[in-house]
């Protein structure tokens, strides 16, 4: 790459310094192939440093010119690519080789909106890409800075690994990657340790205009009704239509709709008003407005109407299982090999909320099941028993080779999907599942070996009948699609007939309740353990891991389940969040759930008080992990001991028993920290500012108020010492009871 054109050379082509000082790249021809700026003055030498940067030097040993303030599709370590200070030359850019995507560093924008036409990611003023495998993103004023899919700091897999190589690189696809190159790299090729998006369907324009990007079960990129492929051997370059829409009339002749069912195109929304909430009326607006290229309904029960248009063309397209819109694309009237009605490859949705005319056709062979289902069932209720019986166990079969089936089309469709594996393959890693490391309320998990996995595994096997396909689809779509540090990562699944498995990275340190109970397994690691610095670094890890999942996702996700078994810790005690089997992606601010989840001990009150659950409701449950991160696992209910009299002093008035929580609140009022801090704890490497710091912040996270919970990334900036931890809250009497009431339910 050269001026950001990608250049191809002879072994006889010649690298030059011009005696004027610039360098250039001749290949046979007097004419360069590139070259610097010509005219540059006095330069006495070129030299490639280790770290990549090509340079040329002046007499006065300065730097006259060098590659790093030219970055083409790569960045290296130690290059950061940064804003011009003049605003006229521009924006810095990485360019993929193809040119369809741009980076953009932008002093004046300050975030990533994927949404333009020329397929560009805006950033603020630096990026940094370090030596040890961290990108991290830096403001103008060098403040670190965090938007969309992507935190302040960004840590490759590897990235405490001092013997690698490693480059950044905006790749053709249109995806940010690090790649890393070492000694572990047995197949001699450079390895993505780290990228921007996960799904292939996020990055915006994949599929060019007007096209769908969905999962059967890779990517693929398809035309709606009525439009056809601009280049059969080019996917990217989207799709036309077949008869242009020709000059608006706002005529209702002159144009028709074509619904396409579960697809949206993000990005591309000129007008939302919420006052449409009927079907016709969202298709009507369209209709008679020449801006509107499609209208947009949503059938998750809001009946939201988007107008999309904002451009000649739609970008971005997704058609998968999980969106909940129909798409009215519009068309010609004189195009009439597009049928006016559904277009839905998947599965349909039999729950959506909107009338049968415009629902999601209902899959054939399902409905004519269902039907002779009651038809059977009528039949056999007026014959002997005997033959009702026969015929029901016949039904059942049938009904259960049906649903089966259905469920195994529809795991074949999920987003993202990481390796699939069939029952055998994991029944092998796992010595028929010999070696169990734990088990929940969901099933158990083993220890498995699976050398294209890098070796050892934890291999979660769902056993719970009830329950299981729902968790099962759950957690594969909620973490297939997240990537993060602080998140435990899945590998591959296995959904076979009645077995659905999880295969995840394996966490030698186990899970944080085992060490937070001084667990005999792991007594050769409680001395690290029992320092600050690791336990303040493991609270700002899960923090983290909250950050991303509520802030940071394409779509909001809340945990709702947030303990300490649920936090795995790596050789080093990094952090991983786990177990996302009952987290649910937010599509709206709130949500209403009406069964209640989660664990006692770390629900928030508004679970059982029927109030919508947000993100803060992980928050809630984030400050009760923290409280037992700082105090040890201590019972909910402490009984009082002989050295705590001066509670007959204090605003409360003194029961027998004690909510740890309070019994922490007035230990930090009345400055005993050592009274709260875990007696396995090692005083001496304490930093007791550092700790009344994590009490405040865990305090006013379990706040009743969820409004007055503070955002995870709040928390982040608080233990990072970037932001002041504000005073905590004091919990009254009748807070006391509800507390008790709380965590002593039977709810689990």
Not at 578 to 599: C, H, N, P, W, Y
């Given at each position: 790459?050269?001026?950001?054109?990608?250049?191809q050379?002879?072994?006889?082509?010649?690298?030059?310094?011009?005696?004027?000082?610039?360098?250039?790249?001749?290949d046979?021809?007097?004419?360069?192939?590139?070259?610097?700026?010509?005219?540059?003055?006095?330069a006495?030498?070129?030299?490639?440093?280790?770290?990549?940067?090509?340079?040329?030097?002046?007499?006065?040993?300065?730097?006259?010119?060098?590659?790093?303030?030219?970055?083409?599709n790569?960045?290296?370590?130690?290059?950061?690519?940064?804003?011009?200070g003049?605003?006229?030359?521009?924006?810095?850019?990485?360019?993929?080789?193809?040119g369809?995507?741009?980076?953009?560093?932008?002093?004046?924008?300050?975030?990533?909106?994927a949404?333009?036409?020329?397929?560009?990611?805006?950033?603020?003023?630096?990026?940094?890409l370090?030596?040890?495998g961290?990108?991290?993103?830096?403001?103008?004023?060098?403040?670190?800075?965090?938007?969309?899919s992507?935190?302040?700091?960004?840590y490759?897999?590897?990235?405490d690994?001092?013997?690698?190589?490693?480059?950044?690189?905006?790749?053709?696809?249109?995806?940010?990657?690090?790649?890393?190159?070492?000694?572990?790299?047995k197949s001699?090729?450079?390895?993505?340790v780290w990228?921007?998006?996960?799904?292939?369907?996020?990055?915006?324009?994949?599929?060019?205009?007007?096209?769908?990007c969905?999962?059967?079960?890779?990517k693929?990129?398809?035309?709606?009704?009525?439009?056809?492929?601009?280049?059969?051997?080019?996917?990217?370059?989207?799709?036309?239509?077949?008869?242009?829409?020709?000059?608006?009339?706002?005529?209702?002749?002159s144009?028709k709709?074509?619904?396409?069912?579960?697809?949206d195109?993000?990005?591309?929304?000129?007008?939302f008003?919420?006052?449409?909430?009927?079907?016709?009326?969202?298709?009507d607006?369209?209709?008679?407005?020449?801006?509107?290229?499609?209208?947009?309904?949503?059938y998750?029960g809001?009946?939201?109407c988007?107008l999309?248009?904002?451009?000649?063309?739609?970008y971005?397209?997704?058609?998968?299982?999980?969106?909940?819109?129909?798409?009215?694309m519009?068309?010609?009237?004189?195009?009439?090999?597009?049928?006016?009605?559904?277009?839905d490859?998947?599965?349909?949705?039999?729950?959506a909320t909107?009338?049968?005319?415009?629902?999601?056709?209902i899959?054939k062979r399902?409905?004519?099941?269902?039907?002779?289902?009651?038809?059977?069932?009528?039949?056999?209720?007026?014959?002997?028993?005997?033959?009702?019986?026969?015929?029901?166990?016949?039904?059942?079969?049938?009904w259960k080779?049906?649903?089966?089936?259905?469920?195994?089309?529809?795991?074949?469709?999920?987003?993202g999907?990481?390796?699939?594996?069939?029952?055998?393959?994991?029944?092998?890693?796992?010595?028929?599942f010999?070696?169990?490391?734990?088990s929940?309320?969901?099933?158990?998990?083993?220890r498995?070996?699976?050398?294209?996995?890098?070796?050892?595994?934890?291999?979660?096997?769902i056993?719970t009948?009830?329950?299981?396909?729902k968790?099962?689809?759950?957690e594969?779509?909620t973490?297939?699609?997240?990537?993060?540090v602080?998140?435990v990562?899945l590998?591959?699944y296995?959904?076979?007939?009645?077995?659905?498995l999880?295969?995840?990275?394996?966490?030698?340190?186990?899970?944080?309740d085992?060490?937070?109970?001084?667990s005999?397994?792991?007594?050769a690691?409680?001395?690290?353990?029992?320092?600050?610095?690791?336990?303040?670094?493991?609270?700002?890890?899960i923090?983290?891991?909250?950050?991303?999942?509520?802030?940071?996702?394409?779509e909001?996700?809340?945990?709702?389940?947030?303990?300490?078994?649920?936090?795995?810790?790596?050789?080093?005690?990094r952090?991983?969040?786990?177990?996302f089997?009952?987290?649910?992606?937010?599509?709206?601010?709130?949500?209403?759930?009406?069964?209640?989840q989660?664990?006692?001990?770390?629900?928030a009150?508004?679970?059982?008080?029927?109030?919508?659950?947000?993100?803060?409701?992980?928050v809630?449950s984030?400050?009760?992990?923290?409280?037992?991160?700082?105090?040890g696992?201590?019972?909910?209910?402490?009984?009082?001991?002989?050295?705590?009299?001066?509670?007959?002093?204090?605003?409360?008035?003194?029961?027998?028993?004690?909510?740890?929580?309070?019994?922490?609140?007035?230990?930090?009022?009345?400055?005993e920290?050592?009274?709260?801090?875990?007696?396995?704890?090692?005083s001496g490497?304490?930093?007791?500012?550092?700790?009344?710091?994590?009490?405040k912040?865990?305090?006013?996270?379990?706040?009743?108020?969820?409004?007055?919970?503070?955002?995870?990334s709040?928390?982040?900036q608080?233990?990072e010492?970037?932001?002041?931890?504000?005073?905590?809250?004091?919990?009254d009497?009748?807070?006391?009871?509800?507390?008790?009431?709380?965590?002593t339910s039977?709810?689990?």
């Amino acid at each position: 790459m050269a001026n950001g054109q990608l250049i191809q050379v002879s072994e006889n082509a010649k690298l030059e310094l011009k005696a004027e000082g610039g360098l250039s790249v001749t290949d046979g021809s007097s004419v360069p192939l590139w070259q610097t700026n010509p005219g540059q003055c006095c330069a006495e030498s070129a030299a490639l440093l280790e770290n990549g940067n090509l340079v040329v030097l002046g007499k006065d040993k300065k730097v006259a010119w060098q590659s790093f303030d030219s970055p083409t599709n790569n960045l290296l370590p130690e290059q950061q690519l940064r804003t011009q200070g003049n605003p006229s030359l521009g924006y810095m850019r990485l360019i993929s080789q193809s040119g369809a995507y741009q980076l953009v560093l932008n002093k004046h924008v300050l975030n990533n909106n994927a949404c333009q036409p020329d397929r560009s990611l805006k950033f603020p003023a630096v990026m940094n890409l370090s030596s040890q495998g961290v990108l991290s993103f830096y403001d103008a004023t060098g403040k670190s800075w965090a938007s969309g899919s992507m935190s302040s700091q960004d840590y490759a897999l590897d990235y405490d690994d001092a013997n690698v190589l490693r480059r950044l690189t905006l790749d053709d696809d249109g995806n940010l990657r690090i790649y890393s190159f070492g000694p572990k790299n047995k197949s001699g090729s450079w390895s993505v340790v780290w990228q921007a998006v996960m799904l292939e369907c996020d990055i915006f324009g994949t599929c060019g205009p007007f096209a769908l990007c969905t999962y059967r079960p890779t990517k693929i990129c398809s035309c709606p009704p009525g439009f056809h492929r601009v280049d059969p051997n080019d996917e990217s370059k989207g799709c036309d239509y077949d008869i242009p829409l020709g000059a608006c009339q706002n005529s209702p002749n002159s144009v028709k709709l074509v619904q396409v069912n579960r697809a949206d195109y993000y990005f591309n929304d000129y007008n939302f008003d919420s006052s449409i909430k009927s079907l016709e009326k969202c298709k009507d607006t369209c209709m008679q407005d020449c801006k509107c290229l499609a209208a947009a309904y949503k059938y998750d029960g809001t009946g939201l109407c988007f107008l999309k248009g904002n451009s000649n063309k739609l970008y971005n397209g997704k058609q998968t299982l999980n969106e909940m819109n129909m798409v009215f694309m519009k068309l010609s009237s004189l195009d009439t090999s597009a049928a006016d009605d559904q277009h839905d490859p998947f599965l349909a949705d039999a729950n959506a909320t909107v009338s049968d005319q415009a629902m999601p056709k209902i899959n054939k062979r399902t409905v004519y099941l269902s039907r002779h289902l009651q038809s059977i069932i009528l039949s056999v209720a007026i014959v002997e028993f005997g033959l009702f019986a026969t015929g029901a166990a016949i039904v059942a079969a049938v009904w259960k080779k049906t649903s089966r089936k259905k469920w195994e089309e529809m795991t074949a469709e999920i987003e993202g999907l990481p390796t699939k594996f069939t029952y055998r393959q994991l029944q092998d890693a796992t010595d028929n599942f010999r070696d169990e490391l734990g088990s929940g309320g969901f099933g158990s998990v083993y220890r498995g070996n699976i050398p294209e996995k890098g070796g050892i595994v934890a291999v979660k096997k769902i056993t719970t009948v009830n329950q299981a396909k729902k968790q099962f689809k759950a957690e594969v779509s909620t973490i297939g699609r997240v990537h993060h540090v602080n998140l435990v990562r899945l590998l591959g699944y296995c959904a076979e007939g009645d077995h659905h498995l999880l295969v995840y990275e394996f966490m030698p340190n186990g899970s944080l309740d085992h060490h937070l109970s001084a667990s005999s397994s792991f007594a050769a690691s409680q001395e690290i353990f029992s320092t600050w610095e690791t336990r303040h670094s493991i609270a700002l890890g899960i923090a983290k891991g909250l950050t991303y999942l509520h802030e940071k996702c394409g779509e909001r996700i809340v945990h709702c389940d947030i303990k300490p078994q649920n936090v795995l810790l790596n050789e080093s005690f990094r952090p991983k969040v786990s177990d996302f089997g009952l987290a649910r992606m937010m599509t709206k601010e709130s949500m209403s759930i009406t069964t209640v989840q989660g664990t006692r001990g770390y629900l928030a009150p508004e679970w059982l008080e029927s109030q919508s659950i947000t993100p803060k409701a992980d928050v809630y449950s984030f400050g009760m992990l923290l409280l037992d991160i700082l105090g040890g696992k201590r019972k909910a209910l402490m009984e009082l001991g002989s050295g705590d009299r001066e509670y007959e002093n204090a605003p409360l008035p003194p029961p027998r028993e004690w909510y740890f929580p309070i019994y922490a609140f007035h230990k930090y009022m009345t400055s005993e920290l050592e009274s709260v801090a875990d007696p396995n704890l090692a005083s001496g490497s304490v930093d007791w500012e550092q700790f009344e710091t994590a009490l405040k912040i865990a305090l006013s996270c379990i706040h009743q108020d969820p409004g007055s919970r503070p955002a995870m990334s709040r928390v982040v900036q608080i233990l990072e010492g970037k932001a002041e931890a504000p005073p905590p809250p004091f919990p009254d009497a009748g807070e006391n009871d509800l507390f008790v009431a709380l965590q002593t339910s039977t709810i689990c």
